[in-house]
């Protein structure tokens, strides 16, 4: 299942975007705090981010900067700045495509389905080794079980894939 990222401050269009989208069988994380962004962003790990531009603390210029200084994940502007201006500034900090509000949820779904088909479908399997309930992240170190993400040391890195590699030995009691 695809993870979706809305950053989105009216309370009524994320509401209606993220009950539209989990409807399609995404799953859907509206920001809580416009403040950390960068921390939600990576906290969820999703495979596409929704970004409004007019945001409270920092805009999404700055906050698709900041993603895209740690992530090629798929950003789609969704904004009701949609003049020339603001669809290039978009598209040079770093996103992919803009959507102008007010917008049809059928177009907002068939945007996230092409993007998510480029950037997925298309390329080669990711660096994620999953067991069961773990996933091993190989681009990042990281490791993730149950939801929690955990950042590993080099040496961590280098056992978990060599076990992840001879599956046997890895169990749910030995993580």
Not at 28 to 51: G, N, T
């Amino acid at each position: 299942m695809y993870r979706i990222f809305l950053v989105e401050d009216d309370g009524v269009i994320a509401g209606a975007v993220q009950r539209h989208l989990e409807s399609w069988g995404y799953q859907v994380a509206a920001a809580q705090q416009f403040d950390r962004i960068l921390e939600e962003f990576q906290s969820f790990d999703p495979h596409l981010v929704l970004l409004d531009i007019s945001l409270p603390f920092f805009n999404g210029y700055h906050w698709c900067q900041e993603i895209r200084k740690r992530s090629q994940v798929p950003i789609l502007f969704l904004t009701s700045a949609s003049d020339s201006v603001n669809v290039v500034m978009a598209m040079q900090m770093g996103g992919d495509d803009l959507l102008a509000k007010p917008f049809d949820l059928s177009v907002l779904s068939a945007k996230v389905q092409a993007m998510l088909r480029r950037a997925y479908d298309f390329a080669p399997p990711p660096d994620v080794l999953s067991c069961g309930s773990a996933a091993l992240n190989l681009s990042d170190g990281t490791v993730s079980i149950h939801g929690q993400r955990v950042e590993l040391t080099k040496t961590n890195g280098s056992f978990f894939s060599s076990c992840w590699s001879e599956r046997a030995a890895l169990s749910a009691g030995t993580l």
